[in-house]
């Protein structure tokens, strides 16, 4: 007897029982079907974290102005005037390990067009913009040196604002209303992917639905009512009282600073802490934030679902591959006459145990290939109830496929045996 005839006899078997073959398989069904959802879940944010990681710079750090301070007891702590251009300026003299620093403020506005009138969040920035945050022009240009020189009134726009506003038209060269001032757009900004896990992760806003116009422009012309700007400081020089300028003109919300090299980022950090809190008078008017750690800890916390995840995956094939061997040690207690007959007209050890290894095999793969459908099934749940981020990779398929054949063969092995095993004579004996 050959092994395909071997083969042919184990799937009549199967489908002589076919109840019993079905409910053999739901273990490796369920198991097959948690692998793929659960390396779905881990490629998309793995992803998601790359594309994170693309967003806000490997070699990045972010100063951010607090609106509650914390203040140190010297009395000196109250002339801080938050964060501003000088401290940008300081920074950038005073620590070697700097390459640039990009200033910003944001604020929303009115924003028309035609008809159109819609609040969006407007950025005051440089032209070392598109360098630290990755940022590129689809069409036109973005903001040059000259922009801020001159006040100029230019903006660039996001792909978000340009469906909005310009739907069906070209916007460049158009000229929008934002605020109490015109200007005129010279770029759009290409699409960048910002998901919704990671506005609410990492604190960052919809970089899509952003306007960029020069920060000098948006520093002496347009109107941001500070709520501290009322606040005058009063200060003694030379003997003299006087009051201090309202800080609103120099005031940023926030400081962007590119290291020269990702080794020094915590160095680099360490020492603008030093420099602003000398500049602030110890003042604790600012945070400092280093995307890098705040992805690290993502990925941590993304390891220990992946364990967890993986560990239920791994008892659901674990149930399943018991499932297969118990059911096959039925199976054969019930057919020992049958063995007995076929051994008695020639059969051999070896045809007995293909006969039985190939039932299993067959459940587990015909399993298998039910997992990975119901796995593109619950992979597609996920993205759309839990609005994870999810990518089914050809990895995880396969690696699916492969491992659900390997339970068959694992659980499989031991009752394919002893049904080789078992004495001829006995077993025709047995009723």
Avoid at 412 to 420: C, N, S
Wanted: net charge positive; hydrophobic share 40%.
């Amino acid at each position: 007897m050959n092994k395909k005839e071997s083969f042919l006899i184990g799937i009549r078997g199967l489908l002589s029982n076919k109840t019993r073959a079905a409910l053999t398989m739901l273990g490796i069904i369920f198991g097959v079907a948690a692998v793929i959802a659960m390396m779905s879940i881990g490629e998309g944010a793995r992803q998601e974290t790359l594309q994170q990681i693309e967003l806000l710079g490997t070699n990045n750090i972010i100063v951010n102005k607090l609106s509650k301070v914390s203040k140190s007891s010297d009395a000196k702590a109250s002339y801080s005037a938050g964060l501003t251009l000088k401290d940008a300026e300081a920074i950038k003299e005073l620590n070697p390990l700097v390459e640039s620093v990009t200033p910003l403020r944001e604020d929303e506005m009115s924003v028309s067009y035609k008809t159109i009138i819609e609040e969006f969040k407007i950025i005051g920035t440089t032209s070392s913009y598109p360098e630290t945050f990755n940022t590129k022009v689809l069409e036109g240009s973005f903001l040059k040196d000259f922009h801020s020189a001159d006040y100029s009134n230019v903006c660039i726009i996001g792909p978000g604002i340009k469906e909005k506003l310009f739907k069906f038209e070209d916007p460049i060269k158009k000229k929008i209303k934002i605020g109490n001032l015109w200007y005129d757009i010279i770029g759009v900004a290409a699409q960048k992917n910002v998901s919704s896990s990671g506005m609410k992760n990492l604190g960052i806003r919809n970089f899509n639905n952003d306007i960029y116009i020069p920060l000098s422009t948006m520093l002496y012309k347009s109107e941001k009512k500070d709520p501290n700007a009322n606040n005058q400081n009063m200060f003694m020089m030379g003997g003299m009282e006087g009051i201090a300028k309202t800080i609103d003109r120099n005031s940023i919300d926030q400081l962007t600073i590119k290291v020269k090299s990702s080794d020094d980022l915590k160095e680099a950090a360490h020492l603008t802490k030093r420099i602003l809190d000398r500049r602030h008078f110890g003042t604790q008017d600012y945070e400092i934030v280093l995307p890098e750690q705040l992805l690290e800890q993502k990925q941590k916390t993304q390891k220990i679902f992946n364990v967890v995840m993986g560990a239920i995956a791994g008892i659901s094939l674990l149930v399943g591959g018991i499932g297969i061997m118990n059911i096959m040690l039925a199976n054969i207690l019930e057919r020992t006459r049958e063995i007995g007959i076929r051994r008695a007209v020639g059969a051999t050890r070896a045809d007995i145990l293909g006969q039985f290894m190939s039932e299993a095999v067959t459940i587990s793969v015909l399993g298998g290939i039910l997992g990975i459908i119901l796995g593109f099934i619950l992979t597609a749940l996920i993205s759309t109830y839990a609005e994870w981020s999810t990518i089914i990779s050809p990895i995880s398929i396969i690696l699916a496929f492969f491992v659900s054949a390997a339970t068959g063969i694992v659980f499989g092995i031991y009752p394919a045996k002893k049904a080789a095993d078992k004495n001829p004579i006995e077993s025709l004996r047995y009723e």
